[in-house]
């Protein structure tokens, strides 16, 4: 069993018609190293947007990724086929950080026609870390300060999909014996919607209008 944690980074928009694409992807992958559960391998790339393929000036600001990264980048479809590549053929779980990755990673799977299978045993370690320090359900709880609640350095830059995927399994290493993670798999039957909200001092993002529920979709959940 491998476990693969992994972040998205994606264009910035301000209107509710507009929805963002995915212009970075970054995964860590963690498994059994002689006894204990280490980082193994790492996964970085860009992704090249076909809906609004010039980035805003906010995304760059943003994201810290340029024009030139994503122009000289891969389309989503070939950059999912590497990925999944990469993840293997072991058994996995897939891990994010709060709810939205998942949610963008399916809905743009659906746009392009590329094949959600694979999308298996997805796990958010932020709902599992809010169970652990008893925080409050209707409260949600940033990366950086969970790293600071559990003395962990962040290492890296902010919104920059492999440092915050490396943050996240660095997260979830220290809690690895206190997490229980679900098998699971995506219902096709529903749709995934979420409202994806980026804030700033600069600008708030809030791309998707009306919600639609998230949780529920797995079937048949179990724990390991």
């Not at 072991?90 to 694979?118: A, F, M």
């Not at 298996?120 to 652990?132: E, S």
């Not at 919104?159 to 979830?172: E, G, K, S």
């Amino acid at each position: 069993m491998v476990f693969i944690v992994y972040d998205l980074e994606m264009t910035v928009v301000h209107k509710k018609s507009q929805m963002p694409e995915i212009i970075e992807l970054g995964a860590v992958k963690v498994a059994d190293n002689d006894g204990k559960l280490d980082i193994v391998d790492t996964f970085q790339t860009f992704v090249k947007p076909t809906k609004t393929p010039v980035l805003s000036k906010d995304t760059i600001a943003f994201t810290g990724i340029s024009q030139d990264d994503v122009d000289a980048a891969e389309p989503f479809r070939e950059v999912v086929e590497r990925f999944v590549a990469w993840i293997g053929t072991n058994d996995y779980y897939l891990i994010s950080w709060g709810p939205d990755d998942k949610i963008q990673l399916v809905r743009e799977c659906h746009s392009n026609g590329v094949r959600t299978d694979w999308i298996v045993n997805h796990n958010n370690l932020q709902k599992l870390f809010a169970g652990i320090v008893k925080q409050d359900k209707h409260q949600q709880i940033g990366l950086k300060a969970a790293l600071e609640m559990m003395e962990i350095p962040f290492s890296g830059s902010h919104h920059r999909a492999l440092d915050d995927a490396m943050n996240t399994a660095r997260l979830f290493l220290k809690l690895s014996d206190r997490v229980r993670l679900q098998k699971n798999r995506l219902s096709d039957e529903q749709i995934y919607q979420t409202e994806i909200v980026y804030k700033t001092s600069q600008f708030t993002n809030t791309p998707f209008a009306d919600l639609a529920k998230l949780l529920g979709q797995e079937k048949e959940p179990t724990t390991a």
